[in-house]
């Protein structure tokens, strides 16, 4: 299975920073690689797929970038609903598998 | 808009048998997948396996290879997860979600609400 592993775990911003959470692939997966955001108590939500395809809805101060083995996921001007838990996931392979998260928390 | 709803909480004895429904509505049940996935507390997302929507083929991760089984109900647009000889460490809040394609599990862009199974004795 591929593992992917996420830095940091977890982080400290206040509103309007820029933020970047990193993740990396224990092997190439091409561009497969899909970010989610999870509030506490609920379901995750999709962010973007495919590496860079921000999913209808999103705001656009979501991005993401990266190919083969590591990938960034960055927030440009943080907002307060922004504070969450992301993951990320390769889509490359079966089984799909996901980080271990990122908690963004507020300074 | 799409929806997934899933059935309620359950509280199984080790040994025991969980199946988990998941209703679809509003998008055309055979154009894509459904996986499960579950995360038990305080911890990461788990994918457990994938059903099409459109020919009932699964794919099961490995680890649970023998003790789930995934269906489809296309008249009614549910799909289930069934896991049995339950363990502790099976306790966790179960989703199901849409995934993009009907032929292979890739990215899941609706979420069902999450079902909490507790496994105690």
């Known amino acids: 299975d591929i593992q992917m592993t996420q830095s940091p775990s977890s982080l400290s911003a206040s509103v309007g920073d820029r933020v970047t959470i990193t993740c990396r692939a224990s092997?190439?997966?091409?561009?497969?690689l899909n970010w989610y955001q999870q509030k506490p108590g609920k379901a995750p939500m999709l962010l973007i797929h495919?590496?860079?395809s921000l999913q209808s809805g999103v705001p656009s101060r979501f991005s993401g970038s990266g190919s083969g083995t590591e990938f960034t996921l960055t927030i440009s001007s943080l907002q307060s609903e922004d504070f969450a838990t992301y993951h990320c996931?390769?889509?490359?392979?079966?089984?799909?598998?996901f980080g271990q998260g990122t908690k963004v928390e507020i300074k | 808009q799409v929806q997934l709803v899933q059935s309620g909480a359950e509280v199984k004895k080790p040994g025991a048998s969980v199946k988990v429904s998941c209703k679809a509505s509003?998008?055309?049940?055979?154009?894509?997948?459904i996986s499960w996935l579950r995360q038990a507390p305080g911890q990461g997302l788990e994918w457990m396996g994938w059903?099409?929507?459109?020919?009932?083929?699964?794919n099961y991760a490995r680890k649970f290879q023998g003790r789930v089984t995934m269906t489809t109900d296309t008249s009614t647009r549910t799909a289930y997860m069934e896991l049995r000889s339950l363990r502790s460490d099976d306790t966790a809040v179960y989703y199901c979600?849409?995934?993009?394609?009907?032929?292979?599990?890739?990215?899941?862009?609706?979420w069902g609400q999450g079902t909490l199974v507790t496994v105690s004795s």
């Open positions: 092997r190439s997966i091409d561009s497969y």
């Open positions: 979600a849409r995934d993009s394609s009907p032929y292979s599990s890739t990215w899941v862009d609706y």
């Open positions: 509003d998008y055309t049940f055979s154009s894509y997948g």
């Open positions: 996931q390769q889509s490359y392979s079966t089984p799909p598998t």
């Open positions: 059903i099409s929507g459109y020919s009932g083929r699964t």
């Open positions: 495919d590496t860079y």
